[in-house]
T-cell receptor, first 114, second 111 residues
Framework: AQSVTQPDIHITVSEGASLELRCNYSYGATPYLFWYVQSPGQGLQLLLK??????LVQGIKGFEAEFKRSQSSFNLRKPSVHWSDAAEYFC????????????FGTGTQLKVEL | NAGVTQTPKFRVLKTGQSMTLLCAQD?????MYWYRQDPGMGLRLIHY???????AKGEVPDGYNVSRLKKQNFLLGLESAAPSQTSVYFC??????????FGQGTRLTVV
């Protein structure tokens, strides 16, 4: 069964500090990988995605993520966090041929201290 | 371009009542999904559809039914609402780029 793990439920960082949110998945094949962001009371917005090729992908709002096949990970990073980045972040995977559906992790709530 | 529209945005139901949530997308996407979001549990897939006339069960399908009679619409039904179905429901659609577009959510309370 598809499984996506986000081990950090809450993370607090200071504005201007760097950020890394962790995501691990458990499948035999390489899935399509995504990071979404959800602001309070809103739907989800795509930050970035990885399908194949360069394992470091750039997204919107200055975010990037690195796919590491050996670790089954797709961690999200940002060099300098802004107060407006406070939100909930979700990692998601899509496996073709494995039910063809989009599965989400449980999310990481990011708090930014000024 | 409206994207994905969910109706209603808020609803309060009494236990045992029924209701239908409507999701409409104008992007000609094949895939559509219904998720529920509960604190600490992320988004859990209820049902999904890979095209008009098709539906499939997700992770938590019990107590819900769906229909996809038209490509642009995906309906989620609760036949007999229970307090455990109090949640925020999100619909999403997905095209060939595999990017999912989400509606604004429906906040449902069952009392």
């Amino acid at each position: 069964a598809q499984s996506v793990t986000q081990p950090d439920i809450h993370i607090t960082v200071s504005e201007g500090a760097s950020l890394e949110l962790r995501c691990n998945y458990s499948y035999g094949a390489t899935p399509y990988l995504f990071w979404y962001v959800q602001s309070p009371g809103q739907g989800l917005q795509l930050l970035l995605k990885y399908f194949s090729g360069d394992t470091l992908v750039q997204g919107i709002k200055g975010f990037e993520a690195e796919f590491k096949r050996s670790q089954s990970s797709f961690n999200l990073r940002k060099p300098s966090v802004h107060w407006s980045d406070a939100a909930e972040y979700f990692c998601a995977v899509f496996i073709t041929g494995g039910g063809n559906k989009l599965t989400f992790g449980t999310g990481t709530q990011l708090k930014v201290e000024l | 371009n409206a994207g994905v529209t969910q109706t209603p945005k808020f609803r309060v139901l009494k236990t045992g009542q029924s209701m239908t949530l409507l999701c409409a997308q104008d992007m000609n996407h094949e895939y559509m999904y219904w998720y529920r979001q509960d604190p600490g549990m992320g988004l859990r897939l209820i049902h999904y559809s890979v095209g008009e006339g098709t539906t499939a069960k997700g992770e938590v399908p019990d107590g819900y039914n769906v229909s996809r009679l038209k490509k642009q619409n995906f309906l989620l039904g609760l036949e007999s609402a229970a307090p455990s179905q109090t949640s925020v429901y999100f619909c999403a659609s997905e095209g060939v780029t595999r990017e999912a577009f989400f509606g604004q959510g429906t906040r449902l309370t069952v009392v």
